[in-house]
């Protein structure tokens, strides 16, 4: 199967998901409806080996994060952000940019005008805000047919959900991102604020959070380090906005004993 016919596939699966899930939970989206005309169908490529899920590359993820992250975002993983949606938001985006679909099920404070600002592509992102009871299927399908599946505490998930929708992730090469806390996740991003910047003496609005990202997990991950950032990131192809010489998204690598 070509990358080309793998990526067909993966949003017809991702539009047939979005679909399924609209339908039991009025989920939000921007995607073109079914009669939209389709882009010209390009030329076949030569064959290529086939590439389970499981066996792609990982997923980007934002520069900033590099020296925490490696290189990207292994398919299968569990990871969760606690303490910052801004930086949750900021790990779909580069994977949202390069073609990957995206859902956000149970984090009703994030919309699709927060989605954008963090540089996730509206029309391939799934917004669920209130999964009710249906939560653990609508993580599942969402798992089934997009790269990446953010997961919010009104989720009202249980230990056993939780376990069945790890193996899920990593039986269908999806990333699972919490932000709350997920008993067994590989990867733990805990983000402290630091302190906020862009506000005068008693006037003026705040423009930015400097934030203290620590890393912990398990295998690789389990050697803690910490990054301080500045947040919010800057969206994947445009310039950090910079504030008095403070560039958002700046980073400062630290050794965490």
Same mark, same amino acid.
């Given at each position: 199967? @070509?990358?080309?016919?793998?990526?067909?596939?993966?949003?017809?699966?991702?539009?047939?998901?979005?679909?399924?899930?609209?339908?039991?939970?009025?989920?939000? +989206?921007?995607?073109?409806?079914? $009669?939209?005309?389709?882009?010209?169908?390009?030329?076949?490529?030569?064959?290529?080996?086939?590439?389970?899920?499981?066996?792609?590359?990982?997923?980007?993820?934002?520069?900033?994060?590099?020296?925490?992250? *490696?290189?990207?975002?292994?398919?299968?993983?569990?990871?969760?952000?606690?303490?910052?949606?801004?930086?949750?938001?900021?790990?779909?985006?580069?994977?949202?940019?390069?073609?990957?679909?995206? /859902?956000?099920?149970?984090?009703?404070?994030?919309?699709?005008?927060?989605?954008?600002?963090?540089?996730?592509?509206?029309?391939?992102?799934?917004?669920?805000?209130?999964?009710?009871?249906?939560?653990? /299927?609508?993580?599942?399908?969402?798992?089934?047919?997009?790269?990446?599946?953010?997961?919010?505490?009104? +989720?009202?998930? @249980?230990?056993?959900?939780?376990?069945?929708?790890?193996?899920?992730?990593?039986?269908?090469? =999806?990333?699972?991102? =919490?932000?709350?806390?997920?008993?067994?996740?590989?990867?733990?991003?805990?983000?402290?604020?630091? $302190?906020?910047?862009?506000?005068?003496?008693?006037? *003026?609005?705040?423009?930015?959070?400097?934030?203290?990202?620590?890393?912990?997990?398990?295998?690789?991950?389990?050697?803690?380090?910490?990054?301080?950032?500045?947040?919010?990131?800057?969206?994947? /192809?445009?310039?950090?906005?910079?504030? $008095?010489?403070?560039?958002?998204?700046?980073?400062?690598?630290?050794?965490?004993?």
């Amino acid at each position: 199967m @070509t990358t080309t016919a793998h990526a067909r596939e993966r949003e017809a699966r991702a539009r047939a998901v979005l679909a399924r899930v609209e339908q039991r939970t009025g989920a939000r +989206s921007l995607v073109a409806p079914v $009669g939209t005309v389709a882009s010209p169908v390009p030329e076949p490529e030569p064959a290529r080996p086939v590439l389970t899920d499981l066996e792609r590359p990982p997923l980007p993820v934002p520069p900033e994060l590099e020296r925490l992250l *490696g290189a990207g975002l292994r398919r299968g993983a569990t990871v969760a952000v606690l303490g910052s949606t801004s930086l949750a938001l900021a790990l779909l985006a580069p994977a949202s940019v390069r073609g990957s679909w995206v /859902g956000v099920v149970g984090q009703p404070s994030i919309g699709l005008v927060a989605a954008a600002q963090a540089g996730v592509v509206l029309d391939r992102v799934a917004l669920v805000p209130e999964p009710g009871p249906d939560a653990p /299927g609508v993580v599942a399908a969402l798992l089934d047919g997009m790269d990446m599946v953010l997961v919010g505490p009104r +989720s009202g998930l @249980t230990d056993a959900d939780r376990r069945r929708l790890v193996a899920r992730a990593r039986e269908r090469g =999806s990333v699972l991102v =919490s932000t709350a806390p997920w008993p067994g996740a590989g990867l733990v991003l805990g983000v402290r604020t630091l $302190g906020w910047t862009g506000a005068g003496e008693g006037d *003026g609005r705040l423009l930015s959070l400097d934030v203290r990202v620590t890393r912990s997990g398990r295998g690789a991950a389990g050697a803690p380090l910490a990054v301080e950032l500045t947040l919010p990131l800057a969206a994947p /192809g445009r310039t950090p906005v910079s504030d $008095g010489g403070k560039t958002a998204g700046t980073s400062t690598l630290r050794l965490v004993g």
